[in-house]
C-alpha cells in the first residue's frame, strides 16, 4: 500500500529538494516557467495567470533560482517566498514513489512530469493526494488502483481511490478536479489578453477618473481570437466610456455603463484578486465570480470592467455531465462510491456562503443543491452514497506555528441509496453537527469552526 507523507519539515528543504531534481529533473519546470514567461512578457495579466495556473512549477523554478544563487534551498527561503505549497507536493510525491515497485514507481514519475506542462492534469492529481491525505488523516487505509494495479481489491479498477475500511466493503472515490473555465463560453486567458489591450486604452483615464463607473461588456459569442480584433473592440469600450452612455453594436455587442458609490470600494485594494474586491465587483457588476479588470485609484476614482457573453454559462451543467460519465464509467456500482469535485476557482469562504445559503429557509436552494439532487434522483445512480464540493485549498497558520493547507467541503449524502451505511456519515464533517434546515428533500448542516458541510439528500 503507497505510503502518502502528511507531515511536511520544512527544515528538509535542503535534502527534500535535491532529491525530487534528482527523481524528476528539473527541466521539465525549468522549461515550462521560461515558456509561459517568454508568451505572457508584454501582458501582466497573463503572467500572473500563468503563474496561478502553473503554481507548482512556479514554486519549482523559484526553488531552482534560490539553490542556484545560495548552494542549496535554505529552509528560511521557503517560507519567505511562499514555497510552502511546492514543499509539500515534492513531500508527498517523493513518498508516495518510495513505496512503489519499479514498474508503478516509473509511472508515477512519468505522471509527475506531465502535470508540470498541464494545469488540468495538476489539478486532478492534485486533488487525488488532498482527498488522500483527508482519508489518511482521518486513519483510514487508502487503496490506489493507479498504483497498485495488480492488488486484488482494485484489480482493473477504474476509480481514483478505495477506502478500504469504510462500510462492507469498501467506499470507491472518484475524483474530478473543476477548472475556472469548466463551462465558460469566455476563457480566462482569453479575457485576460482583452483585458491588456483595454488597459491600454483606459490607462490614461483611470488616472484622472473621481468617481465610480461600472462597464459590462457582453459578447454574443466568445471575445475576438485574434489582437486586430480584440483592439478594435476595446476601442469601441473606450470610445463609450469617454462618451459616458451605453451602446448596442450591429454585430450584437452591448456596452452598458453605469456609476456608482465609490464608498463600496472605500479602502479596498484595487486589485480584483483580493477577496474584498471580489466581493465588490460582484455586488456592484451584478455578476459572480467572472473576471474582472480594476483600474483607478484608492478611495478616488475606479473603473470596473466585466466581460461576459450571451450565451449563458453552464458550469453546473458541465460539471455534473463529468459527474455522470464518472458514476457510469469509473465507479463500478458493485460498491457504494463517491463523486468528489474539486473546484478551483472557488475560495473557502465561497463555497461556505453556497452551504449557509442552503441552511437558510428563507432563501432558495443554490445551484449546487438543486444539481446534486437530479443527479443523485436520478437512474442507475444508486451506488452513489454522496456527492462532494471542495474549495481551492489554501495555506494558514495555526496558533502553534504550524501551517495548515487545506480547504472546504460542502458533501451531500444520498441515505436513500441500498448501499448506504451508518460509518458513511461524518466523512468530510463533525459527527455530532445538529442539522440547520430539514425539509423533505434536504437537511443541511454547516460544521463551524470545522472545516467541512455535510447535507443529507
Known sequence: MPILETDVYVSSAPRLFQRFVTVIEDGHWLRRVK???????????????????????????????????YGHLRPEDVEQHGLMPALGFMTQV?????????PQRKALIGRVRGTLSNPEDMRAFQLEMM??????????????????????????????????DIGESGLEVEC??????????????????????????????????????????TVPDALPAARDGQRELASRVHSQVIAGSSATFDDGVQVRIEPFDMARLRDVEIRPDTPAARAVVDSVTGTRNRGALVMGRRNV??????????????????????????????????????????????E????????????????????????VSEFLGSSGRAHVVGVGFLSRNELTRRADGQMDHGGLSYYFHNEPSPFWRPDFRGMFGVLDRPARRSDAALRAALSIPGPAAESVV
Open 35 to 69: 515558456l509561459l514567461k517568454d508568451h505572457s512578457k508584454r501582458n501582466d495579466f497573463l503572467r500572473a495567470h500563468h503563474a496561478s495556473e502553473n503554481a507548482i512549477a512556479f514554486q519549482l523554478n523559484a526553488c531552482s533560482e534560490l539553490s542556484k544563487k
Open 301 to 346: 476614482g475606479a473603473i470596473l470592467v466585466v466581460v461576459q457573453s450571451t450565451k449563458d454559462d453552464s458550469l453546473m451543467s458541465a460539471v455534473f455531465d463529468t459527474a455522470r460519465v464518472a458514476a457510469r464509467r469509473q465507479l463500478t456500482a458493485q460498491r457504494p462510491g463517491i463523486v468528489l469535485l474539486g473546484f478551483n476557482g472557488i
Open 176 to 217: 474530478k478536479a473543476v477548472s475556472h473555465d469548466k463551462g465558460r463560453t469566455i476563457h480566462r486567458a482569453g479575457a485576460l489578453t482583452f483585458y491588456e489591450e483595454l488597459r491600454r486604452e483606459l490607462a490614461p483615464l483611470s488616472g484622472e477618473i473621481r468617481t465610480g463607473l461600472v462597464v459590462i461588456v
Open 131 to 164: 482527498v488522500a491525505t483527508h482519508f489518511g488523516l482521518r486513519g483510514n487505509r487508502v487503496r490506489w488502483p493507479e498504483l497498485e494495479p495488480d492488488h486484488p481489491t482494485v484489480r482493473g479498477a477504474t476509480f481514483d481511490l478505495l477506502i478500504e
Open 94 to 102: 517523493l513518498s508516495l514513489q518510495d513505496g512503489l515497485p519499479a
Open 348 to 371: 473557502a469562504d465561497q463555497l461556505a456562503s453556497i452551504a449557509q445559503q442552503d441552511s437558510d429557509p428563507s432563501q432558495p436552494p443554490t445551484a449546487a443543491r438543486v444539481a
